[in-house]
């Protein structure tokens, strides 16, 4: 069975015309196939897929300006289903939405973008509004209802 893994166009179009304003940060949560699933059906585990859309879409990420700025493993779920795990877990970020748009349509990107097709057995990615100098729980909420 195949979980999420395919960016839908619904949602695409929706972060694209939103008013998000600034750097947009993107939470990835990706578990990984044991075996990769290629339409050419070649043997690959997916860690070495997943590795190989790294190489491949590495130069349109830094043309870009997108970056790293979190990773960790994961450990467990202390609030949600118990049985999920993630393999990956990392948070990207892209100078501005118009960044992600134009990874999305880079055809160099689109054919790293197999191999973490071919890799991924589950996903999310989940987009983030920034909100630095936020220091304490619930400020953001508090500051809204002013």
């Not at 044991?34 to 990420?61: H, N, T």
């Amino acid at each position: 069975m195949s979980g999420h893994v395919d960016l839908e166009k619904a949602q695409f179009l929706a972060l694209r015309d939103s008013e998000h304003q600034g750097p947009l940060h993107l939470l990835n949560l990706i578990r990984l196939r044991e075996r990769a699933d290629y339409l050419d059906g070649r043997e690959v585990r997916g860690i070495e897929a997943y590795q190989s859309y790294g190489r491949a879409s590495e130069p349109v990420l830094a043309r870009i300006g997108a970056r790293i700025i979190w990773e960790g493993q994961f450990e467990m779920v202390l609030i949600g289903p118990r049985a999920e795990h993630w393999d990956l877990c990392f948070v990207a970020e892209y100078p501005n939405v118009q960044a992600f748009v134009e990874l999305i349509r880079d055809p160099t990107y689109r054919e790293a973008a197999l191999h973490r097709k071919a890799s991924a057995q589950d996903s999310r990615l989940i987009a983030l509004q920034p909100r630095p100098g936020a220091t304490r729980f619930g400020q953001f909420l508090a500051e809204t209802r002013d």
